[in-house]
C-alpha cells in the first residue's frame, strides 16, 4: 500500500516528492468552493489527460484526485490498495474546508469517486473516511458507479465529451 498526504499546495510538488521519497506531504489549491456544481468543479482535460490504467500509478491518482477537485473538500490522505483485490483508492480526510459538513463531502464524494472509476482503469472501488471520532468510512464500487450512471463508467468516460456525458449524469 502507497500512502500520501494532499492537503492544499502544488501538485508538481507533490509528483516530484512522491517520486523522490515514496511520500509527500502537500497540498493543492481550492479551485472551487466545495458547494460548487460538479460541471464547475471538475477539470475533464485534466482528467482525460491524466487517466491511469493502473491504481497503483501514485503521480496520475494523485492528479486526477486534484482534477475531480477533492482539495476544495479538505486536507486529505491517500492510499492505494495494489497488493490484492479489491484493487483501490482511500481518501482520509484529515480536516474538512470551511462550509463542508460530513453529510455534504460524503454526497459529493460520490460524484467525484464515480469520475475517479471513469479513469482508473483497474480501480475497483474508492473509499473515503471523513474526519471525527467515529471516522466514518463511505465507498463506491465500480459495479454501483455503473449503475448510479446508467451504463458502464469507464466506457462512458473514455473521452472528455464521455467525461462531460458522465457529469450530466451524474448532476441530474
Known sequence: MLLFTVPRVGLAVAVASIALLGGCSVTHPAVSEPTAPL??????VALDAHRSAYIGDASKVAALTAAVDVG???DQTLA?????RPYALTIEFTS????????????????????????????DEVRWTLPGGEGTTAALTRASADELAGAPVAEIGESVAGLADLVERLER
Open 39 to 44: 460541471s464547475e468543479s471538475v477539470d475533464l
Open 72 to 74: 476544495s473538500l479538505g
Open 80 to 84: 492505494l490498495s495494489t497488493d490484492a
Open 96 to 123: 474538512l474546508a470551511d462550509g463542508a459538513t460530513p453529510a455534504l463531502v460524503d454526497q459529493l464524494m460520490t460524484d467525484r469517486a464515480a469520475l475517479l472509476l471513469a479513469t482508473i482503469g483497474n480501480a
